[in-house]
């Protein structure tokens, strides 16, 4: 089954992606659904995985400068992360999950640009090591970013999927307690659906606190937020 979504928004962002990458993506899909049947790493319908999973994935990648680092946070069964290093063989992927399911899966389908790494990411945490986090909303938003901040070099780039009834919310957020600065904000469509992604670009300007992030029971119980929201 060919993959018109995704040849098409790889095209709208100025490449275009040969068979073999197309037969990958394919190969990928197909084996998702079959391991779903005994193991549950999915609740999407397979008709919507190509515009849900796969094209949903692609979205960030015109905001990723070719040839950089990049730490995806909680992909569960490869998305973003698979799809970014098969669609984008410039780039460099290291896919964190704390489920063993999820990486498992992942390295059914090996590719010379994909690491995995089995961990929690508040736990020993590799700090300024990578150009560009993403996280396909992993958790609440200002969890996410305590846990990603600290992987992210200075210079470099925090770029979590959310959505646009978060704008607010983001643009409060305390992002210099974790060492970032909001840049922009893009607002980005899903091909064959309704869906729209809200992209915060977070810039990270100095050194993220040696204090975060905190320990996970810490961060749910008690999220960063706007003093005035206190």
Request: neutral net charge; hydrophobic residues 45%; aromatic residues 8%.
């Amino acid at each position: 089954m060919a993959l018109p979504l995704l040849e098409s928004l790889a095209a709208r962002q100025g490449f275009a992606l040969s068979k073999s990458q197309i037969a990958a993506c394919e190969a990928y899909r197909a084996d998702l659904y079959e391991v779903n049947e005994i193991t549950n790493l999915t609740r999407i319908p397979f008709e919507e995985a190509e515009a849900k999973h796969f094209a949903d994935s692609l979205l960030v990648s015109e905001l990723i400068a070719k040839g950089a680092n990049v730490l995806d946070i909680g992909p569960g069964p490869g998305f973003p992360a698979w799809v970014l290093a098969c669609c984008r063989p410039d780039l460099t992927i290291t896919a964190l999950d704390s489920a063993n399911k999820a990486i498992r899966f992942i390295e059914r389908h090996p590719l010379a640009n994909l690491k995995t790494k089995l961990a929690r990411a508040e736990d020993n945490v590799h700090r300024e090591h990578y150009d560009v986090v993403v996280g396909r909303a992993v958790a609440p938003f200002a969890v996410q970013a305590e846990i990603s901040a600290a992987w992210i070099k200075i210079g470099g780039q925090f770029i979590p999927f959310r959505t646009p009834a978060e704008r607010e919310e983001i643009e409060q957020f305390p992002a210099a307690q974790l060492g970032l600065q909001l840049n922009e904000i893009k607002e980005i469509d899903l091909p064959g659906t309704d869906i729209v992604r809200l992209f915060p670009i977070f810039v990270k300007v100095k050194a993220t606190n040696p204090e975060f992030p905190r320990q996970w029971g810490r961060i749910k119980a008690k999220p960063l937020q706007n003093p005035a929201k206190s």
